[in-house]
Each structure stands twice: as structure tokens, then as C-alpha cells.
């Protein structure tokens, strides 16, 4: 009797092991972590894309003496995801340093009537201290070349060039304060030390037209 209950619990013992390197197995089979691809690195701070179960996101990795913090930049959502310029810079206010993130990507659209080349600018201003985003813009600059026509035959037709800008220009000065223009008026933004964020210094001005070329 004694050696059947020794093999019984033998037995449960076992089939237990067994379930738990199984479920062990299991969860490292569903998720995959794929090399982490490194875009720019300034002080104690990498700028990455890392992938979790098939996503793809672009984030900071912020090495503290004890700790590395993981702030998520941008999810990726196409396959084909390659910033044609990354960069990532410190800068100083007060003493206190901040982070500036600029990414630039292409995009070409090619069809039968239209071709457009169109550029992103995406800026971000991070307090990695405190894992805040204090600023992120992007602004689109295009270049479409479509055929137009001319009747509703469709049986002539020209060609037509256009520049297209969407959103806000980004400029940061050396101040730490930062631009956003458009073509009809620019605005100043400081930051301020009490608040910890960055506010609109006075009033929007109107642009100065750019002179065209003789």
C-alpha cells in the first residue's frame, strides 16, 4: 500500500513538472523579442527601435544610476519604416538639461495622374528627468506633380507643380526657446522654470514674406 501511494504522488509530482515547463515554454513561444536597432545616443540616453510580439516602436532608453527608464517615442506602423535622418541633442536652460529629438522621413506616392514626394519633420522636446514630452510637432512639406484636365472628355489635359507645407516649421534656438511658423505668422515659445512646461512668449507675429530670387 505504502509503495502505491509513493508512486501516486511520484507520479503527480512529475505530471506537475511537466505542466510547468510546458506553460514555461509556452510563454517564451509567444513572446518574441527581436535586436534592438540603435538610431542616436547623447549623454546617458539611446534613441532605439525595438520590437515586442511583431511591434515596432521608436523609444528612449534613459540610463539612471539604479534604474533605465523606456519613454515610447513612436509606434511603427509600417513595414518598410526608415527615417531618412535621426538625431538626438541636449541642450541647457537654467541649468536644467533637456533632449531634442528630430526625425525625418520620406514618403513617395506614384499613381497614373499624381506623383508626390512628401517630407516629415517630426521634433520632440523631452524632460527625460521628469518623463516628460514637452513638445511634439510635425510638419509635412510636399512636392505634387498631377495631370489636370482640361474637359470633361478627359481629352486634354496638362501637367501642374505645386509645394504644399502642413503644420508648423519647428526652429530651436540656443536660448532653449523654440518657433513655430507658418507662412502668416511665427510664434515664440519660452520655458518657464515654475510651471515646467513651455509657454507662448507674447503675441504671434506676422512672417516676413520670403523674396523670390531674380
Known amino acids: 500500500m505504502k509503495k502505491l ?3 501516486l504522488l511520484f507520479a503527480l509530482i512529475s505530471t506537475t513538472n511537466f505542466a510547468q515547463k510546458s506553460m514555461s ?6 513572446t518574441t523579442v527581436s535586436k534592438n536597432v540603435v538610431l542616436a545616443k547623447a549623454d546617458n540616453i ?6 515586442i510580439n511583431k511591434e515596432k516602436k521608436v523609444v528612449l532608453f534613459v540610463k539612471n544610476s539604479t534604474s533605465t ?3 515610447e517615442l513612436k509606434k511603427i506602423e509600417t513595414a518598410d519604416f526608415k527615417p531618412s535622418g535621426f538625431t538626438l541633442k541636449s541642450y541647457v536652460i537654467n541649468g536644467k538639461k533637456f ?6 522621413e520620406q514618403v513617395k506616392t506614384d499613381t497614373k495622374l499624381k506623383k508626390e514626394t512628401a517630407d516629415f519633420t517630426e521634433d520632440q522636446l523631452w524632460d527625460t528627468e521628469n518623463k516628460t514630452l514637452l513638445l511634439g510637432n510635425t510638419h509635412k512639406s510636399s512636392h505634387i506633380k498631377e495631370t489636370v484636365f ?3 472628355n478627359k481629352t486634354a489635359s496638362h501637367d501642374v507643380e505645386k509645394m504644399r507645407s502642413e503644420g508648423f516649421e519647428f526652429s530651436l534656438n540656443a536660448d532653449g526657446s523654440f518657433v513655430l511658423k507658418t507662412k502668416s505668422q ?3 515659445y519660452a520655458y518657464n522654470s515654475t510651471s515646467n512646461k513651455y509657454e507662448l512668449k507674447g503675441n504671434p507675429k506676422a512672417a516676413t514674406p520670403t ?4
Open 99 to 104: 533632449h531634442h529629438v528630430n526625425r525625418k
Open 46 to 51: 539611446t534613441a532605439e527601435v525595438i520590437t
Open 69 to 71: 527608464d523606456t519613454l
Open 25 to 30: 515554454k509556452s510563454k517564451e513561444k509567444n
Open 150 to 152: 482640361l474637359d470633361k
Open 211 to 214: 523674396k523670390k530670387k531674380k
Open 5 to 7: 501511494v509513493i508512486l
Open 186 to 188: 511665427n510664434s515664440v
